[in-house]
T-cell receptor
Framework: SAVISQKPSRDICQRGTSLTIQCQVD?????MFWYRQQPGQSLTLIAT?????????ESGFVIDKFPISRPNLTFSTLTVSNMSPEDSSIYLC???????????FGPGTRLTVL | GEDVEQSLFLSVREGDSSVINCTYT??????LYWYKQEPGAGLQLLTY?????DMKQDQRLTVLLNKKDKHLSLRIADTQTGDSAIYFC???????????FGQGTTLQVKP
């Protein structure tokens, strides 16, 4: 199974600032995903990051707020821009493993916005 | 559309069996999954079942799938305090190919 790491593991940020979260995978993967988990809630898909093309965003999420980079097949970043307290969440990176057809998650980045 | 429902809370005594239930709507789902989330941690894939199977057993875990009723369950035998966590059921949507998660069931194990 893929091993996924994220940096930072947690951060406390001021309103109006931006934070970039890094996701590193130990193997090459085609598709990487970014999720948000608000306090006490389930997971919501933010976007799908494909190498060599722009990310595909889900309804309610826009590139200006959550720009994503995917420079190669093992790395991606998610930036949370112009943060407000409502952005306080856990942000999780995820990848598919096609053999078997399973999805693995990183440890998450716990973000608190004051 | 695609939707997954779970009960929110389950409390059991250590040593008992736990059964966490899930219902889903997409009858064309190919895979169904169970994830575990411990406090402050990410999601750990516990087990999964292919839609042409009725049951899958993996050590203390048993997954039962009733396709007719679109019902999935996770049984944890001899539940331990270390099993206390949130358990998420998820299906892979046949239309989108994306994971659809339930709300999560918080399992509390009392000593």
């Amino acid at each position: 199974s893929a091993v996924i790491s994220q940096k930072p593991s947690r951060d406390i940020c001021q309103r109006g600032t931006s934070l970039t979260i890094q996701c590193q995978v130990d193997s090459q993967v085609t598709m990487m995903f970014w999720y948000r988990q608000q306090p006490g809630q389930s997971l919501t898909l933010i976007a799908t990051a494909n190498q060599g093309s722009e990310a595909t965003y889900e309804s309610g999420f826009v590139i200006d707020k959550f720009p994503i980079s995917r420079p190669n097949l093992t790395f991606s970043t998610l930036t949370v821009s112009n943060m407000s307290p409502e952005d306080s969440s856990i942000y999780l990176c995820s990848v598919w493993d096609r053999g078997p057809d399973t999805q693995y998650f990183g440890p998450g980045t716990r973000l608190t916005v004051l | 559309g695609e939707d997954v429902e779970q009960s929110l809370f389950l409390s059991v005594r250590e040593g008992d069996s736990s059964v966490i239930n899930c219902t889903y709507t997409d009858s064309s789902s190919t895979y169904l999954y169970w994830y575990k989330q411990e406090p402050g941690a990410g999601l750990q894939l516990l087990t999964y079942i292919f839609s042409n199977m009725d049951m899958k057993q993996d050590q203390r875990l048993t997954v039962l799938l009733n396709k007719k009723d679109k019902h999935l369950s996770l049984r944890i035998a001899d539940t331990q305090t270390g099993d206390s966590a949130i358990y998420f059921c998820a299906e892979k949507g046949s239309n989108t190919g994306k994971l659809i998660f339930g709300q999560g069931t918080t399992l509390q194990v009392k000593p």
